[in-house]
């Protein structure tokens, strides 16, 4: 049976404080032979905060950037053993001026198993959501979406971008309050125009994806979940916990950025975009 959660357990009267989790166990497999972790690779530049000159800007420090614009102060990265050179160039994140912790693991089945890692840590705060290797707008995404899960008590808000191509992304059918109705893995043709990249979710989603991980009803079909229609990759795909939070009543709202665009670095077409975007001015 799919893990299931009460109302009272999806919001709280109170906020509770927002930390961000990124997933970075992942093996590049898209990008191989590959120099060294992905979330570290330089993909255009920023002023040094002594200097005023240019200095490399890395993959990931996007996304921790978004965090800092929302007011979250600490965030937890759960790497693979062996990824030295993401907490080497980071460290406690005084480069994006957000306190950072490591969680480092042996393997993973994919994102939901990695960002699960940290969940002795997230107890009764919510959790900003994001993958270091897709850069998105807009800058202030993240308060945005905090903005709408504390309105609504929504147990996960989406943000929403207009997708090129719906084969490699997870669409979602949102009604024209941003309620969202369903989330399609990957289809081969659609109707529908926009897919996440990004979320924020409450205490009581993190408790459903722990339980979720575990259920027998998940162990039972794991070969069904984590298989190549749902990711390219063939792992257990964050979009498929999505599906089963909505079929047990959780409450899923989004935001949709119309006028922002992303890119997925983790595909080699996307990297050589992002390159020649983020370059450095003459």
């Known amino acids: 049976m799919t893990p299931s959660i009460s109302r009272s357990e999806s919001s709280s009267s109170a906020p509770q404080e927002v930390v ?3 997933p970075a166990a992942g093996l590049a497999k898209r990008l191989q032979p590959f120099p060294g972790s992905k979330e570290v690779y330089p993909v255009g530049f920023a002023p040094d905060a002594h200097t005023g000159k240019p200095r ?6 996007y996304l921790l950037e978004k965090f800092k614009a929302a007011g979250i102060t600490k965030a937890y990265l759960v790497i693979r053993d062996g990824k030295w050179d993401i907490p080497a160039y980071f460290r406690d994140g005084g480069v994006v001026d957000v306190s950072l912790a490591y969680i480092v693991i042996g393997g993973s089945l994919g994102p939901p198993d990695t960002i699960d890692r940290a969940y002795p840590f997230l107890e009764q705060k919510r959790v900003a959501f994001g993958f270091p290797d897709i850069l998105f707008g807009p ?5 945005q979406l905090i903005d709408t899960q504390e309105r609504t ?9 207009r997708v090129y191509d719906h084969r490699v992304w997870d669409m979602v ?7 969202v109705r369903s989330i399609i893995m990957k ?4 109707t529908l125009t926009y897919g996440w990249c990004c979320a924020v979710w409450t205490p009581g ?9 575990r259920a027998e009803e998940t162990r039972r079909n794991l070969g069904q979940l984590a298989n190549t229609t749902n990711d390219l990759g063939g792992d257990l795909a964050v979009g498929v916990v999505f599906q089963a939070a909505l079929q047990a009543g959780l409450t899923v709202q989004s935001v949709i950025f119309p006028h922002d665009t992303y890119l997925d670095i983790g595909t080699p077409e996307d990297l050589v975009k992002a390159v020649r975007q983020f370059h450095l001015p003459a």
């Open 187 to 190: 289809p081969v043709t659609t």
């Open 173 to 179: 059918e949102c009604d024209a309050d941003g309620l």
């Open 20 to 22: 961000g989790l990124v």
């Open 56 to 61: 490399p800007k890395v993959a990931a420090q």
């Open 139 to 143: 800058d202030d995404a993240y308060r």
């Open 153 to 161: 008590g929504a147990a996960v808000v989406l943000g929403l971008h």
């Open 205 to 213: 989603f993190s408790d459903f994806l722990h339980r979720f991980l």
